[in-house]
């Protein structure tokens, strides 16, 4: 698969599928997405009431919500279990180009990227007491997924019109049964019909705000048994 480097409008770099004509992050601020979409809206909000949490990613990527995610298993001391699905990963020398150094708000983490991306797959990786990786090579259709298990699901997948077979109910309702009474589910996107298959499998859909360049993004959240 053919990548191209794209800067976006925050300064970080993105990559770019021309066969799929897809960004892997928003032209508007890649760096600015995460961190309002997956850390303020996901991370942050568990972590209001929770300390040690367990944290699946569909679509691993470039590693950036990762990157995001460990600096709070330091800060806290709190235990983060990071499982996350890419059944394309990324070439070493692609990783280099992104230049995630430049960026990342401490450049001190960027070996700690580097080694993310070196660890080797469907494995746990013990990173620091506080974080443990497992990055796992497959999709979510061939991940069997633990039953009442994860406390936040981080969903960055391609957008609905690239990868339909991601964002059906059945998928959904995969990962509703994966996550724990009280736990959630944070994404990017916030289309009428994706909301209401995201309903459908039993979440309560919250519209929230959205990161610059997009005017709401979704959380569902499993409801207390």
């Not at 997948?157 to 009474?181: C, D, G, H, I």
């Not at 009428?192 to 709401?216: D, I, M, T, Y």
Request: aromatic residues 12%.
């Amino acid at each position: 698969m053919h990548l191209e480097i794209r800067q976006t409008k925050d300064g970080s770099n993105t990559l770019f599928v021309p066969e799929l004509n897809e960004h892997y992050h928003s032209v508007h601020g890649a760096l600015q997405e995460s961190q309002h979409v997956f850390i303020k809206h996901g991370l942050e909000h568990v972590m209001s009431y929770k300390k040690d949490i367990k944290i699946l990613e569909i679509g691993f990527g470039t590693g950036l919500n990762a990157i995001l995610t460990y600096p709070f298993a330091l800060a806290k001391k709190a235990f983060i279990q990071y499982d996350t699905l890419e059944k394309f990963p990324l070439q070493q020398e692609v990783v280099q180009q992104l230049q995630f150094d430049k960026f990342i708000l401490n450049p001190e983490l960027h070996d700690v990227f580097l080694q993310m991306h070196q660890s080797p797959w469907n494995e746990p990786v013990d990173m620091i007491p506080y974080f443990s990786l497992q990055k796992m090579h497959e999709t979510l259709e061939e991940f069997v997924a633990p039953q009442s298990y994860y406390d936040l699901i981080y969903f960055d997948a391609f957008a609905p019109e690239k990868q339909p077979e991601l964002w059906s109910e059945e998928m959904f309702v995969k990962l509703y049964n994966a996550t724990r009474p009280g736990g959630g589910l944070v994404t990017y996107c916030a289309k009428g019909s994706f909301k209401r298959s995201l309903k459908a499998a039993g979440f309560e859909v919250e519209a929230l705000p959205g990161p610059p360049g997009k005017r709401e993004m979704t959380r569902g959240v499993k409801p207390l048994e």
